[in-house]
């Protein structure tokens, strides 16, 4: 992994060209937002002449038409998968992917000079588990799941050994006995990350690890980043763990056979970051939707709807002129656990951090069985101005006799990163596997008891998974964020460091990464 942060420029230039091993290059060095020298063939190559981004007069430039247009377009793309894949897919890694970025450069590039273009590199992992086994006692563990992101078990074969319980939280070395070695660690769920608990797991001799749950439901979660040290981990219930918790309580032995085979792949995949080459590149207003799917389907509600409509919104934006500069990202790798917006976030040098004065979510904007959701931020637990940004959208759908609902903002997508970065941020979305309620049947229409998006993450994430009319409107609203500040921040709170205390609390908070718990 490259070490941005702080780094020379031309040191920050090579490194990138050096990691841009995909079929996509590297264009401009990631800060460095001067114009492409290149401009005679340039189109739009001055915004002097144009009117000033007006709300009103750009939201009527978007239309649902051209939305669905393009999504017929994704779902082509997604179609190149199919050979290796057997199904259309827009996955890390995929045709169907590399298909999107292509697609998203080359519908940028069509509108010439109004934005620079960079392509940010990056390593990303993706896991498949093709099979694991938990065995506690002579008991196959029937709500035991393998981590996202495990190594497998020694030589991909079963492991012995009998369950060692650590103490407190295991969330340091100290609570790990001698008798780990050579054994299986049984560690509960809380304060630290599942991988930190698998790293000291594999530091102290453990050949698996187990994580139970210290909350009702199955535990599904992810590693995070792969250590070296990690071992084959699985998440269990909390009602399969109490008659085993006993008896180790009791100092009874139980025995343990754990058993995963998958792998986990680096691939190298890339965010796309475009900024307007006019206004104050001091005061940017970013936007960002994830250019990727999972692996099971095409993704074109999740997050094809935000993808297009960020294309859409920076199409028609050219027609306009901006006093602030507008930064937009596609981000790579949010269904693997939100890498992409991940490293883009934490490797901002200290000077580019307080530029971006906001960043704006956009992550399924269409779900069938909608519901007008805007993400919870508050200026208490948020940085400051993330609660502006909440009423923006708020006042905009009570502008429009909408209703709305507020949902937590608990690290299920990419403006996580932000928050982690001390960035004010929000966003809007339109729901994924939650039951929309009988209340929310009556304020959204659409059906009580279903998922907002029943093909959230399967194959059926296609043509027919998206409501236009929520599309349409959500992607005005988009148009409406990016020209209220694209005009100004008036009103809109300075940049403020991050306090200690503020980025430990968000981080105690949120225990999601993307769709995955990790702690
Ligand atoms: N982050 C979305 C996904 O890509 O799976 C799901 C999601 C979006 C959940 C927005 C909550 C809010
Ligand atoms: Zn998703």
Redesign the pocket.
């Known amino acids: 992994m490259v070490a941005l942060q702080g780094a020379p420029l031309a040191a920050l230039i090579v490194s990138l060209i050096l990691q841009g091993g995909s079929t996509l290059s590297v264009q401009l060095p990631l800060f460095d937002q001067s114009p492409l020298s290149d401009s005679k063939s340039q189109p739009h190559s001055s915004s002097s002449d144009k009117p000033l981004v007006d709300s009103e007069s750009f939201q009527a430039t978007i239309s649902g038409d051209k939305l669905l247009e393009r999504a017929q377009t994704l779902f082509k793309i997604a179609e190149r998968s199919h050979h290796e894949y057997n199904r259309p897919t827009r996955v890390i890694g995929s045709q169907g992917h590399l298909g999107t970025l292509e697609y998203v450069l080359e519908s940028i590039k069509k509108l010439g000079s109004y934005y620079n273009i960079v392509q940010q590199p990056f390593p990303a992992y993706s896991g498949s588990v093709f099979e694991s086994r938990l065995v506690l006692g002579d008991e196959v563990a029937h709500s035991a799941s393998a981590m996202s992101l495990t190594p497998p078990t020694k030589n991909k074969e079963p492991v012995h050994g009998e369950l060692v319980l650590v103490s407190n939280n295991g969330c340091s070395a100290d609570d790990y006995p001698a008798n780990v070695e050579g054994n299986i660690a049984f560690i509960r769920r809380g304060t630290c990350a599942f991988g930190d608990k698998s790293a000291l797991a594999g530091r102290a001799g453990a050949v698996a690890a187990v994580i139970y749950n210290s909350e009702t439901g199955t535990l599904h979660g992810t590693m995070g980043t792969p250590l070296a040290d990690h071992v084959a981990t699985f998440g269990l219930d909390l009602v399969e763990a109490k008659p085993v918790l006993e008896k180790l309580e009791k100092g009874k032995a139980v025995d343990a056979i754990a058993y995963i085979d998958g792998i986990v792949q680096t691939i190298s995949t890339s965010n796309i970051v475009i900024q307007t080459a006019g206004g104050d590149p001091e005061n940017c207003v970013m936007l960002g939707a ?1 250019s990727d799917s ?1 692996a099971e389907g095409p993704g074109i509600n ?2 094809g709807s935000g993808t297009l409509s960020l294309i859409e919104v920076a199409t028609q934006l050219t027609k306009f002129r901006v006093n602030n500069c507008v930064r937009f990202a596609w981000w790579s790798a ?2 693997e656990g939100l890498l992409g917006s991940d490293f883009y976030a934490s490797t901002l040098p200290a000077a580019e951090n307080p530029k971006i004065r906001l960043f704006m ?1 956009y ?2 904007l269409a779900s069938p069985n909608f519901a007008y ?1 805007v ?1 919870n931020a508050t200026n208490t637990d948020n940085p400051l101005g993330s609660e502006e940004l909440k009423n923006l959208y708020i006042d905009w759908y009570e502008a429009h006799d909408l209703n709305y609902t507020l ?1 937590p903002f608990d690290g ?3 403006y996580d990163g932000f928050i982690r970065a001390g960035i004010p941020a929000g ?1 809007i ?1 339109t ?4 039951i929309k309620t009988p209340e929310e049947a009556e304020q959204f229409g659409g059906k009580a008891g279903d998922w907002y998006d029943p093909c ?2 399967q194959l059926c994430d296609h043509l027919g998974n998206v409501n236009a009319t929520a599309w349409e409107l959500n992607t005005k609203l988009v148009a409406h964020s990016v020209a209220t500040y694209a005009v100004s921040f008036k009103g809109f709170p300075e940049r403020e460091p991050a306090t200690v205390q503020g980025l430990s609390q968000y981080a105690q908070s949120v225990k999601y990464r ?2 995955f718990l990790f702690w």
Do not use: L
């Open positions: 994830h999972v999740d997050d949010e269904e979510d992550d399924m959701q993400y949902i299920r997508s990419d966003g979305a729901g994924a596997e939650g959230y993450h993307g769709d």
